[in-house]
């Protein structure tokens, strides 16, 4: 049967829950990568053990302290090394790889990898962000566009938001939904894979330059406006790594 798009690859949902907001400090708390295949949804999840302690904010979001981190959390190298693997796996299986917000979760998995001495990671494969896509496509719509908010604009059910299994679930759902408005060239994955990950890339960039624009001209914040202009350079949807103090326990 002929390949004709995104549709007929497996789906690999990935979404992680952490301590910080900051994708070059974060540490992973909790995260699932599972497939969708068809109507099968198999997950494998993770709870980490915390090198730092869980400030009582993210806590709130995840639901996660520092205490069940501590009592049921796995050795992080190990777990960060098996959530690797299974994204590593999942696209030479020819999955498309999806997250909401994919620079969040990509970047701060590659700084966790390098942090920890192992092996960074590498975009091998197709990467769909149901965010960008949704932006993209209706860049006018007005209202919030969390997970959450844009699960409900596409009546996708999301009952656990911040769980890492329900947001990488919805975030494949969306994906299912979204990924027809990306190019395709019928029988060639790879070559639709090198037009989609392109197509993403330029929304993702127009869409962090025109925040910043939003946040230089309406709000009078020029740091917010050059931290955001910095995000549009360092790229979609691993950040461009460099070596920085930053990058400690």
Same mark, same amino acid.
């Given at each position: 049967?002929?390949?004709?798009?995104?549709?007929?690859?497996? *789906? %690999?949902?990935?979404?992680?829950?952490?301590? =910080? #907001?900051?994708?070059?400090?974060?540490?992973?708390?909790? %995260?699932?990568?599972?497939?969708?295949?068809?109507?099968?949804?198999?997950?494998? =999840?993770?709870?980490?053990?915390?090198?730092?302690?869980?400030?009582?904010?993210?806590?709130?979001?995840?639901?996660?302290?520092?205490?069940?981190?501590?009592?049921?959390?796995?050795?992080?190298?190990?777990?960060?090394?098996?959530?690797?693997?299974?994204?590593? +796996?999942?696209?030479? #299986?020819?999955?498309?790889?999806?997250?909401?917000? #994919? =620079?969040?979760?990509?970047? *701060?998995?590659?700084?966790?990898?390098?942090?920890?001495?192992?092996?960074?990671?590498?975009?091998?494969?197709?990467? *769909?962000?149901?965010?960008?896509?949704?932006?993209?496509?209706?860049?006018?719509?007005?209202?919030?566009?969390?997970? %959450?908010?844009?699960?409900?604009?596409?009546?996708?059910?999301?009952?656990?938001?911040?769980? %890492?299994?329900?947001?990488?679930?919805?975030?494949?759902?969306?994906?299912?939904?979204?990924?027809?408005?990306?190019?395709?060239?019928?029988?060639?994955?790879? +070559?639709?894979?090198?037009?989609?990950?392109?197509?993403?890339?330029?929304?993702?960039?127009?869409?962090?330059?025109?925040?910043?624009?939003?946040?230089?001209?309406?709000?009078?914040?020029?740091?917010?406006?050059?931290?955001?202009?910095?995000?549009?350079? +360092?790229?979609?949807?691993?950040?461009?790594? =460099?070596?920085?103090?930053?990058?400690?326990?």
């Amino acid at each position: 049967m002929t390949w004709t798009g995104w549709r007929d690859s497996p *789906i %690999a949902g990935f979404d992680t829950e952490t301590d =910080s #907001a900051d994708p070059e400090d974060a540490h992973i708390i909790t %995260a699932t990568v599972g497939i969708a295949e068809g109507r099968r949804w198999q997950t494998t =999840s993770w709870i980490l053990k915390p090198e730092r302690p869980i400030p009582e904010q993210a806590s709130r979001i995840h639901g996660v302290t520092t205490e069940r981190a501590t009592q049921e959390g796995q050795d992080r190298a190990e777990a960060i090394a098996e959530i690797a693997g299974h994204i590593n +796996a999942a696209w030479l #299986a020819g999955a498309s790889l999806v997250a909401f917000n #994919a =620079s969040f979760d990509i970047t *701060i998995l590659d700084r966790e990898l390098r942090r920890l001495g192992l092996e960074p990671l590498k975009v091998d494969g197709m990467v *769909i962000d149901p965010f960008v896509i949704d932006k993209g496509i209706d860049p006018f719509r007005r209202g919030s566009r969390k997970l %959450a908010d844009v699960c409900r604009h596409y009546d996708i059910l999301l009952d656990n938001a911040h769980d %890492a299994g329900a947001d990488a679930h919805a975030a494949a759902r969306l994906a299912w939904k979204l990924a027809p408005n990306l190019p395709v060239v019928p029988g060639d994955q790879a +070559a639709s894979a090198d037009l989609g990950l392109d197509r993403q890339r330029e929304w993702h960039q127009q869409q962090k330059l025109s925040l910043a624009k939003y946040f230089r001209t309406k709000k009078g914040d020029e740091q917010t406006a050059a931290n955001i202009e910095a995000e549009a350079e +360092a790229g979609w949807p691993l950040r461009t790594w =460099s070596a920085q103090e930053g990058l400690v326990a």
